[in-house]
């Protein structure tokens, strides 16, 4: 039987995880989840793409939002879970989506770090990104979040791609929300709707890599692996895929370590083939 090993969230689009032991499923996914994004001067999103120094943020969660610090830096700053205040328009990938801008101070102090002039800035509730047409249902949303509410990975697919690595690598590097350990490697491939305890998902698509893989979370450097590998196996009409494309369909239960993950439909298999992959 599957179970769920861990839980992360990612408060701020680009920035490390923090790992939980429980967390409520929202129409967006888990809550809080990529609800804060670092925009540039134009308002368009930040990330590791393009900053890789956002991995070396240290984020931590307590009763009334998130503290983040920066190694060295005397100073560290206190963000609240919910924002109120003016709206702004804000760009990310082809979405252009309501946030909420945070004070000086804030912007200053990220600014400051990456030696670049940016936002953080906050999705409110009434701000609405719809999901992907192709999956949509009709109201379905997504957070700050490349383009679902959430991602998926099997504990054995990671050992399968670290047993071809010279360098084993650590789950971080693909930025999951859900681990499961048990079942075969890739085996997420062919998950259709699934339940974790109470809750019911839906595995919409694989997840398409990007260079962020490649970005070491420990130190920021930047090197070829995973994706030089991975290539070899795992590509599909030029993209290289690694987990699942998730979203949530039905919302406000409880997900915590431990809970069963039950398949209750699969895919076909002519609908995703890799090259060399077992599934």
Request: hydrophobic share 40%; charged share 20%; with cysteine.
């Amino acid at each position: 039987m599957a179970k769920l090993k861990h839980i992360f969230i990612y408060p701020i689009k680009g920035l490390p995880g923090i790992l939980l032991n429980s967390a409520i499923v929202e129409p967006r996914g888990l809550q809080f989840d990529r609800s804060y994004m670092l925009v540039d001067e134009n308002n368009n999103f930040i990330t590791q793409r393009n900053f890789p120094i956002l991995s070396q943020f240290i984020l931590s969660k307590d009763a009334l939002g998130f503290k983040v610090s920066y190694p060295n830096w005397d100073q560290s700053i206190h963000i609240p879970f919910i924002v109120t205040g003016d709206e702004i328009e804000v760009q990310v990938w082809g979405d252009l989506v309501k946030a909420i801008c945070l004070i000086d101070a804030v912007n200053s102090w990220f600014s400051n770090i990456l030696k670049s002039t940016c936002k953080l800035v906050y999705m409110p509730n009434s701000s609405h990104r719809k999901l992907d047409e192709t999956y949509n249902r009709g109201n379905d949303i997504v957070s700050f979040a490349d383009g679902f509410p959430l991602l998926l990975i099997g504990e054995s697919s990671l050992s399968d791609l670290n047993n071809r690595l010279e360098n084993p690598l650590n789950m971080d590097r693909f930025r999951p929300n859900l681990v499961f350990k048990g079942g075969l490697a890739f085996e997420e491939d062919l998950f259709a709707e699934f339940s974790i305890g109470e809750n019911t998902f839906l595995a919409c698509k694989p997840c398409a890599r990007c260079v962020v893989t490649t970005i070491n979370q420990q130190t920021g450097a930047m090197g070829k692996e995973p994706l030089k590998t991975l290539a070899n196996y795992r590509m599909h009409e030029n993209k290289i895929y690694f987990g699942e494309n998730v979203m949530p369909l039905n919302f406000g239960g409880t997900i915590q370590i431990g809970d069963d993950l039950k398949i209750i439909s699969k895919k076909e298999r002519k609908q995703f083939r890799i090259l060399n992959s077992e599934f």
